[in-house]
């Protein structure tokens, strides 16, 4: 079982939309969350990043972190053509060891809106 | 203010041959983080230098190796390559502020693609 499940969609909505992307995981030690925009054949650009359970709102992003499910969610308001790429979400933790440092990813989801 | 900058974008090569890959992090930036993205497999952890230190390494074969230069810069090296290792590589950079925690927020450049043959 992966650590990090992030369903891959893909994902298509129309322009003006509600998206919910959505991530698990298995690891309690995680305690940063963070989500990443990637478009095709570019590196990920940090959209969101919060710390611990709540929730963390940036313009038309929402980041919501429930600890205590092993739940993550981002939601994007009035979604536009723009939004069309692969949604990834990452953790981390401060435990030390195998974890010093290191991003842990789920596997993505491409989203596509449509005019 | 420029961004994770990595070369070449693309690297074709062939099956046992070594290819090296170059990363300049943000400017102040002290810590480089390497990841692959692999077809199906997500973006895994590789590598993570700072101050000059490998201070963390992924599930990867020795074969994967890199350093961190004095200016902060850094290389991987990927030596008897085999056709799955075929990604695109990632640099990331963070500013190494948080201390022995590790969990600085990484900023990636655009990667470089390596296909082997």
């Known amino acids: 079982q992966k650590e990090v499940e992030q369903d891959p969609g893909p994902l298509s909505v129309p322009e003006g939309a509600i998206v919910s992307l959505n991530c698990t995981y298995s690891?309690?030690?995680?305690?940063?969350f963070m989500w990443y925009r990637q478009y095709s054949r570019k590196g990920p650009e940090l959209l969101m990043y919060t710390y611990s359970s709540g929730n963390k709102e940036d313009g038309r992003f929402t980041a919501q972190v429930d600890k205590s499910s092993k739940y993550i969610s981002l939601f994007i308001r009035d979604s536009q053509p723009s939004d069309s790429a692969t949604y990834l979400c990452a953790m981390s933790s401060n435990a030390g060891g195998t974890s010093y440092g290191k991003l842990t990813f789920g596997q993505g989801t491409i989203l596509t809106v449509h005019p | 203010e420029a961004g994770v900058t990595q070369s070449p974008t693309h690297l074709i090569k062939t099956r046992g041959q070594q290819a090296t890959l170059r990363c300049s992090p943000i400017?102040?930036?002290?810590?480089v983080y390497w990841y692959q993205q692999a077809l199906g497999l997500g973006l895994q952890f590789l590598l993570w230098?700072?101050?000059?230190?490998?201070?963390n390494r992924g599930n990867f074969p020795p074969r994967f190796s890199g350093r961190q230069f004095p200016n902060y810069s850094s290389e991987l090296n990927v030596n008897a390559l085999e056709l799955e290792d075929s990604a695109l590589y990632l640099c990331?950079?963070?500013?190494?502020?948080?201390?022995?925690?590790?969990?600085?927020?990484?900023?990636f450049g655009p990667g470089t693609r390596l296909t082997v043959l």
């Open positions: 230098y700072d101050e000059g230190e490998e201070r």
């Open positions: 690891n309690s030690a995680f305690q940063y």
């Open positions: 990331a950079s963070s500013s190494g502020t948080s201390g022995s925690g590790g969990t600085d927020t990484q900023y």
């Open positions: 400017s102040g930036h002290t810590s």
